[in-house]
């Protein structure tokens, strides 16, 4: 190999800023991680909480009210391994780190940091609450209002606060005035050069990791509840003078004003209805024969402040027997492998991040639908 003085230390060591250059939603959110264990893919690690405390008013007479400080955690399995191989053959070519650079670090890092904003934009499918409308693209400072409402509402708070758009919505919202002249931050960072702007108490960025939800039901009309619920369940049956296919996990129901996510797919619609469909959050009891109405296919785009979501990472233990180097910083850890591929017979170089996501706190994010 030409380039063959470069290490897998060097190839380590200039893709990792590049990388967290290049992720968004990992850096908006809560992220737990250490660089002192190594783990492996399907590990399962315990993660503290965010600690949520109530101001109250003071009462002379009475005096304070203290409150308890409980730590609680939330188990986060390490299930994704982002990852990108190629064979040292590629890289013949290039004979300075300048050159990797170009051809495999930022191609490479980009790739990885692509995969991991769209698996952890697949939270959207915990978040019940939502504004905006199924098939209708984002596109006015009405929209930011009402995502920030129901924020406020749901008591979220204040500072941190960030959403991520579709590149619709974002090219919706980057030609409307308030918004294109919004205050920008000064990194150079590329997390910065997608941001739209700081508007309605949000910071605002774009990413082509927005999930398009597809609903399962092919056909609804008059659906209502098929049963009473009692309060504190989770689940629900629905029938319909037309109801067709199923719902999947992430499909929104709106019953008596209040909304509710799917969590888990349902069985298929037989003879019109749908029975046992798990839901969160909890219920109140419900009359059978109360409508309701299922939302359909939509753009997931997501308001929320840092607490909702958890980003969990851990460094990849290193294999036996081959060159191998493990660097981390702020919050990341990658690994970079140079090995030898044994069935075809060709080296190879590997660079991968171990990691998994975790919705903490559902409340305190907001679906816009597009």
Excluded at 20 to 27: A, E, Q, R
Excluded at 185 to 196: H, P, V
Excluded at 317 to 345: C, F
């Amino acid at each position: 190999m030409a380039n063959s003085f470069i290490t897998v230390k060097d190839f380590a060591r200039a893709a990792l800023p590049r990388l967290i250059d290049h992720l968004v939603f990992p850096n908006l959110i809560y992220k737990d991680y250490s660089d002192d264990f190594s783990a492996m893919k399907g590990d399962t690690i315990q993660v503290r909480k965010p600690i949520v405390l109530e101001a109250k008013d003071f009462d002379a007479s009475a005096g304070v009210s203290t409150q308890d400080i409980v730590e609680s955690t939330v188990d986060v399995t390490l299930n994704k391994i982002a990852t990108v191989d190629v064979g040292i053959e590629a890289l013949q070519g290039a004979t300075s780190v300048e050159d990797l650079t170009r051809v495999f670090i930022d191609p490479a890092a980009a790739a990885l940091a692509a995969k991991i904003n769209a698996d952890g934009l697949e939270l959207y499918k915990d978040i019940p609450c939502f504004v905006g409308t199924a098939g209708e693209t984002p596109a006015s400072l009405s929209v930011l209002a009402d995502a920030r409402k129901a924020l406020n509402k749901n008591k979220a708070p204040v500072s941190g606060r960030c959403a991520v758009w579709d590149p619709e919505a974002d090219a919706a919202f980057t030609s409307i005035d308030a918004i294109v002249h919004a205050e920008k931050s000064g990194s150079t960072q590329a997390l910065r050069e997608g941001s739209i702007g700081r508007v309605m108490g949000m910071d605002h960025y774009m990413s082509q990791g927005v999930k398009q939800h597809k609903t399962g039901i092919t056909a609804a009309v008059g659906t209502k509840l098929s049963s009473l619920i009692t309060s504190g369940s989770s689940k629900m049956s629905i029938t319909g003078t037309t109801l067709t296919g199923k719902l999947l996990k992430g499909d929104l129901i709106r019953l008596n004003g209040k909304t509710y996510t799917v969590t888990q797919d349902s069985a298929t619609a037989s003879s019109n209805t749908i029975s046992n469909v798990m839901v969160t959050p909890t219920l109140p009891a419900t009359s059978s024969g109360v409508e309701l109405t299922l939302i359909p296919s939509h753009t997931a785009n997501l308001a929320f402040h840092p607490m909702a979501f958890a980003f969990v990472t851990r460094p990849l233990t290193a294999p036996a027997g081959v060159e191998s180097y493990v660097t981390h910083y702020n919050g990341i850890s990658l690994r970079v492998v140079r090995g030898y591929d044994m069935q075809h017979k060709r080296e190879m170089l590997s660079m991968d991040v171990l990691y998994g996501f975790k919705t903490l706190y559902p409340e305190l994010a907001v679906r816009v639908l597009g």
